[in-house]
């Protein structure tokens, strides 16, 4: 298994296309590569599925369908943060506004020295 960077960030374009090549090259996927992609909670994820009905092309970026964008509230233009998932052989995205509500409910942030707020 290629050990490149597992996370990553990408912009939606207008066709749903969003790309960070280190992130899809640490799951070791290639061009052709047959895809499912599905949502919940407000997360793409996608897994190579010999039998999916989406392929990864040329260039080796995801492209998220209208239908799964609408589900998960994505516009172009909208940030992702993209996690390579290799023991499910699956990648997810994940909204950037949704990483942000996750971090401000779990994360601890140190305060700097002397602050009282």
């Not at 994505?74 to 023991?87: E, S, T």
């Amino acid at each position: 298994m290629p050990c490149e960077t597992p996370y990553g960030i990408g912009r939606i374009d207008a066709s749903g296309r969003v790309s960070y090549r280190a992130v899809i090259s640490a799951l070791g996927w290639r061009s052709g590569d047959r895809l499912t992609l599905t949502a919940d909670a407000g997360v793409v994820v996608a897994r190579r599925d010999d039998s999916g009905m989406a392929a990864l092309p040329t260039r080796e970026y995801l492209v998220i369908p209208s239908v799964l964008r609408r589900r998960c509230g994505l516009r172009a233009g909208d940030l992702v943060l993209l996690a390579a998932v290799p023991g499910e052989d699956a990648l997810a995205a994940y909204p950037i506004a949704l990483v942000d509500e996750a971090l401000r409910a779990h994360a601890a942030f140190p305060r700097a020295e002397g602050s009282t707020t």
